[in-house]
T-cell receptor, first 117, second 115 residues
Framework: GAVVSQHPSRVICKSGTSVKIECRSLDFQATTMFWYRQFPKQSLMLMATSNEGSKATYEQGVEKDKFLINHASLTLSTLTVTSAHPEDSSFYIC?????????????FGPGTRLTVL | AQSVAQPEDQVNVAEGNPLTVKCTYSVSGNPYLFWYVQYPNRGLQFLLKYITGDNLVKGSYGFEAEFNKSQTSFHLKKPSALVSDSALYFCAVRDKPGGYQKVTFGTGTKLQVIP
């Protein structure tokens, strides 16, 4: 149980285009989903937290107009990188939390490798 | 503010030997501690967590971790390392028990098990 999927697993796009990444909880309802960015050989940087049906909460320094997050249902959250540039190339990972208890661990998707040419 | 430190960028251990991956934390309240493992180009997999109770927590794949409040540590251990344990390990902490579940991750420790 507690499987999180991401699509696509890998995407290459041209500079200036927008890319959408989907995160789905396959066998549970995720009240909260998180989006992380991971640079090579570095830790995960939390970008934003989204709760179903409400606006995402962005971490300091993350441009909300550039990284659009939509959490339309309890099983789907999307991250859209708008007008992507080479510096946006990274490994993006989503995770999902169950319930509102802080005791629950997060379940992570397999990640999406974004390369902007 | 909460923080996690993983002092070792890399740990090398011979197959069959015990392994330890270190983690120390800083929180204002009670800590909720987690260990995750990441294989190349993959997401993170949950290994174990400490919420309350017994200081020795057992998790997946034979891993365990010991919570030490006085030393603010949560070191990951395994009695006998396998080559397949080679991966990147992240310690994480959260100090809010409900609602907003922000987790802070350490910088990761690369574990290399040598055959």
């Amino acid at each position: 149980g507690a499987v999180v999927s991401q699509h696509p697993s890998r995407v290459i796009c041209k500079s200036g285009t927008s890319v959408k990444i989907e995160c789905r909880s396959l066998d549970f309802q995720a009240t909260t989903m998180f989006w992380y960015r991971q640079f090579p050989k570095q830790s995960l940087m939390l970008m934003a937290t989204s709760n179903e049906g409400s606006k995402a909460t962005y971490e300091q320094g993350v441009e909300k107009d550039k990284f659009l997050i939509n959490h339309a249902s309890l099983t789907l959250s999307t991250l859209t990188v708008t007008s992507a540039h080479p510096e946006d190339s990274s490994f993006y990972i989503c995770s999902a939390g169950t319930g509102t208890s802080g005791y629950n661990e997060q379940f992570f998707g397999p990640g999406t490798r974004l390369t902007v040419l | 503010a909460q923080s996690v430190a993983q002092p070792e960028d890399q740990v090398n251990v011979a197959e069959g030997n015990p392994l330890t991956v270190k983690c120390t934390y800083s929180v204002s309240g009670n800590p909720y501690l987690f260990w995750y493992v990441q294989y190349p180009n993959r997401g993170l997999q949950f290994l174990l967590k400490y919420i309350t109770g017994d200081n020795l927590v057992k998790g997946s794949y034979g891993f365990e971790a010991e919570f030490n409040k006085s030393q603010t540590s949560f070191h990951l251990k395994k009695p006998s390392a396998l080559v397949s344990d080679s991966a990147l390990y992240f310690c994480a902490v959260r100090d809010k028990p409900g609602g907003y579940q922000k987790v802070t991750f350490g910088t990761g420790t690369k574990l290399q098990v040598i055959p």
